[in-house]
Structures are given as structure tokens and as C-alpha cells.
């Protein structure tokens, strides 16, 4: 079973507006983090945000927000005011404290192309 | 304060020949993550290493891949006898310690090509 589900491959926004990008996981351990990493056209896995499934806020970091909904087990991430160097891949990972492991699992990712 | 370099970023390699990557990790950090990346897909996970050991290589290939983060130098992931289905980018992530809230910090990647 996937752990870890991004069901938009690809996603259209204008300049200046704001996007939500899906992500659902499954879980069972009562203690987990999500993650958002962006990879541009270059290559590069570059870190957005982090959200702890005891933290009682959603994370937010510049214009990035991460809108987590515990008992929906869904983990969206907004940007706001896009811009067109916005355009990227979007990973949702995942890693879970049990087994002690702490390895992330990552979602297939959504295409995010920011449109003047 | 160098991030995680890889290198090389870009590898071509013949069939049956032997692929090396090199992955070092940031300062501090003894905590070593390997990862691939196929064509229009997410990562997955393939290795983790501390100094000197393999924590978990559940996701490693059981036959001609190999990794070890030995106490001096770079950590290794080494591919034998590569074939075309082993093209890929390869990802390394370190952290500094076991902590849930850690957000990885990648390499840039390494591009393996297999002719």
C-alpha cells in the first residue's frame, strides 16, 4: 500500500495567485513527520518545510504553508503568491518513529508549472 | 559550510561495467541516506549508513549494489556489472542525528547513464 499519495501529477498556476498541492499518507504510528521537498528542472532535492504530527499549528515558512489535517491524514502544501520560479517538481515525504529508522518515504511528486 | 556533495553529477557507463558514487556528506553529519530516482517517478529508498555500518539496506537491490560510509572519507554506493534498467539519478541525504523533525539535507544528485 502506498504510504504516501500525490494524486495530481501536474498542476497550472497564474503568476501571483496561490496553489494547493495534495498529499494523503497512511499511517499507524502515533508519531511521524512530513516533509515538502521542491526539485527544480536542475536537479536538486531542496527542503521546504516540515510539519510534526504532534505540532498543534500548521507550519508555515515564507510563502510556503503546509495545511495539515490530522484525522483527514492529509498534508497539503500552499504557496502562496507563486512565482514563475515556482515551477518545479513537488515531493511529500513522510518518516515514521517507530523501528527507529527514521527513514522518509516520498510521494511520485506533482509537476507545478507558474504560468506570467 | 559545504552542503552534501556528490559527485560525479553526471556518469556514463557501459553495460557490465562497474559504477562508483561518491556522496559526502555536510559537516558534522554521520548519518548517510542513498536514494533513487528513475525517470518521472518519486525517490525511493535504498540505504542507510552511520559511520562504518549499514542500518538498513531493505531497499537495496540484493545483487550487485553495494554502499559503505567507511570512518574516513565519503560514502560509496557502488553498482557492478551496471545494465540499461540501472540508469537513474541517485540522491544522498544526510542528517546529523536521529531526529524526527530533520528535514534532509540532498545532494545535487548523480546522473548515471548505462549504453
Known amino acids: 500500500a502506498q504510504k504516501i499519495t500525490q494524486t495530481q501529477p501536474g498542476m497550472f498556476v497564474q503568476e501571483k495567485e496561490a496553489v494547493t498541492l495534495d498529499c494523503t499518507y497512511d499511517?499507524?504510528?502515533?508519531?511521524?513527520?512530513l516533509f515538502w521537498y521542491k526539485q527544480p528542472s536542475s536537479g536538486e532535492m531542496i527542503f521546504l518545510i516540515y510539519q510534526g504530527s504532534y505540532d498543534q499549528q500548521n507550519a508555515t515558512e515564507g510563502r510556503y504553508s503546509l495545511n495539515f489535517q490530522k484525522a483527514r491524514k492529509s498534508a497539503n502544501l500552499v504557496i502562496s503568491a507563486s512565482q514563475l520560479g515556482d515551477s518545479a517538481m513537488y515531493f511529500c515525504?513522510?518518516?515514521?518513529?517507530?523501528?527507529?529508522?527514521?527513514?522518509?518515504?516520498f510521494g511520485r511528486g506533482t509537476s507545478l508549472i507558474v504560468h506570467p | 559550510n559545504a552542503g552534501v556533495m556528490q559527485n560525479p553529477r553526471h556518469l556514463v557507463r557501459r553495460r557490465g561495467q562497474e559504477a562508483r558514487l561518491r556522496c559526502s556528506p555536510m559537516?558534522?553529519?554521520?548519518?548517510v541516506y542513498w536514494y533513487r530516482q528513475l525517470p518521472e517517478e518519486g525517490l525511493k529508498f535504498m540505504v542507510y549508513?552511520?559511520?562504518?555500518?549499514?542500518?538498513?539496506e531493505s531497499g537495496m537491490p540484493k545483487e550487485r549494489f553495494s554502499a559503505e560510509f567507511p570512518k574516513e572519507g565519503p560514502s560509496i554506493l557502488r553498482i557492478q556489472q551496471v545494465v540499461r534498467g540501472d540508469s537513474a539519478a541517485y540522491f544522498c541525504?544526510?542528517?546529523?542525528?536521529?531526529?524526527?523533525?530533520?528535514?534532509?539535507?540532498f545532494g545535487s544528485g548523480t546522473r548515471l547513464t548505462v549504453v
Open positions: 515525504a513522510m518518516r515514521e518513529v517507530s523501528g527507529g529508522s527514521y527513514i522518509p518515504t
Open positions: 559537516k558534522g553529519h554521520s548519518h
Open positions: 541525504a544526510s542528517s546529523p542525528e536521529l531526529r524526527a523533525n530533520y528535514g534532509y539535507t
Open positions: 549508513l552511520q559511520k562504518e555500518n549499514i542500518i538498513d
Open positions: 499511517t499507524s504510528d502515533p508519531s511521524y513527520g
